[in-house]
């Protein structure tokens, strides 16, 4: 069984402020048997300080990113209750770290060399210095194809190109471990799926998958490799997942028919991932100690706000586990 404990939010800003009854500026002598109150100390106060991080992305009605954007632009709630937005920085530059799992199993055995020539053109558009990926290839089991996240390209080609084919689809497996492993990233963090969406084998389950996620703070995109739309042979069950998945994480899905479609679909994740906005806060004082707080954000005082379309994480646990 796992156990929880509590842990660092956000950025992982974590602060305590111990009040004493005796001041620590001056320290007044009190003769023993003193009747004065203030000589017996009381309990040690501790206050948690948590800076929550929200990566916010805006689109138009067309799905194109809204740059430009100010701090005044955005109102952000937590449980209903308006919070103050302490950081705003637009097109963050903050590094980013991505996970990109590529589905190995049988079912994309035909896709599976497009998907890699697709996913090194994105490799090679999107990554900067500062930034990082990791390679991950999934079939009935999860392997890392490189070692940790690196900002090689050279190594980031070779990994994607040496990726195999096996059989089943360890799905929610390959979303855990590439959770975990970002975890303990700084700044942005993503996950990219490439993958016909139906799981088969996998230990952990869908709730597992998406806790791990949320808890990392990674946003899942997820492109669906579809052989042909309305296909009797696709798995809508996974794809749902997959759907929602990108939903709570403040991700975004793609379908992909051909391989136009899928440098299509890499394109739109790197426009998004270059006009980010990072909204972070302190949560007000609060009597709830609900597990799940969730997290609203709009946009408002914009020519033709109403139609944007906000996407963020769902929320942020206030304990998360151990592992």
Known sequence: MRKFGTTLLGVGLFAFIVLMSRGLCAQTATQPGSANPQSQREPDVIVDVKLVNVFVTVTDAHGAPVGGLKKDNFTLEEDGIPQKISVFDKESALPLSIALAIDTSLSTRHDLPLEQASAKRFVHTILRPVDAFSVYGFSEVVRE??????????RIDEAIDHIHNGAATALYDAIYLTSRALNARHGRKVIVLITDGEDTISKLDYHEALRAAEEAEALVYSIIIVPIEQSAGREIGGEHALIQFSDDTGGKYYYATSMSQLDEAFQKIS??????????????????????????VKVT???????????????????????
């Open 271 to 296: 426009d998004e991932l270059r006009t980010q906005y990072l909204l972070a806060y302190y949560p007000s004082q609060r009597t709830s100690f609900s597990e799940f707080r969730r997290i609203q």
């Open 145 to 154: 194809a490189t070692p940790g996240f690196t900002p090689d390209l050279k």
């Open 301 to 323: 005082g914009v020519p033709d706000a109403s139609s944007f379309n906000v996407r963020h994480r769902a929320g942020y646990y206030t304990v998360k586990s151990e592992f």
